[in-house]
């Protein structure tokens, strides 16, 4: 079994934020696996299902993204899971809009969501990295990840989150690179 995270803050003034991507990218992920309704569990969002053969939770914090960890932790010790069996789904600035990157640990980059987790259980889980670029200078970060995205962008996000639903049974099967590969293909269609 495997828990899958996306990173967000609750409520539907945050829906369309940039910061909500990591929630977008559970919902695509539910809708196009048939996934049970969500449920509430481990101060979140908790929905069970496959992605190819291999049974996945995936969890959306409630807690805010600051204390997204408390979340997460208490769900990894409910199901007694390691840290190799969590994935969690997050904004990346260091990544041009709609790029998506996959690695295991590394560090924190001011994501205050990626470091709670790091703080209940460690670096060393799998990110799904998805790119939202960069403002341009780090004054303007703050407001820029917790604005919605432009009109302009949302057929490109539409398009990356069916990319990453539509190959998430490769990171189910731990094909990290198989699975970049294949959202990139999607992407440049």
């Not at 009109?151 to 490109?156: F, P, S, V």
């Amino acid at each position: 079994m495997q828990l899958w995270v996306g990173l967000g803050n609750p409520g539907a003034q945050y829906a369309l934020h940039r910061h909500n991507v990591g929630f977008m990218a559970l919902d695509a992920i539910a809708e196009v696996h048939g996934f049970a309704a969500p449920a509430k569990k481990f101060q979140g969002w908790l929905q069970e299902g496959r992605v190819g053969g291999d049974k996945v939770l995936l969890l959306k914090p409630a807690t805010f993204m600051n204390d997204s960890g408390r979340s997460v932790g208490e769900a990894m010790r409910f199901y007694k899971l390691g840290v190799d069996a969590l994935t969690v789904f997050h904004d990346e600035l260091d990544l041009a809009p709609m790029k998506v990157k996959v690695r295991v640990g590394g560090g924190l980059a001011g994501h205050n969501g990626l470091r709670s987790i790091d703080q209940h259980l460690g670096p060393e889980f799998r990110r799904v990295r998805l790119g939202i670029g960069h403002p341009g200078h780090k004054d303007r970060v703050s407001g820029y990840v917790l604005s919605n995205y432009a009109k302009a962008e949302i057929d490109a996000l539409s398009d990356m989150l069916g990319a990453v639903a539509g190959e998430a049974d490769w990171l189910a099967k731990g094909d990290d690179v198989r699975f970049m590969n294949d959202v990139a293909l999607r992407m440049a269609d």
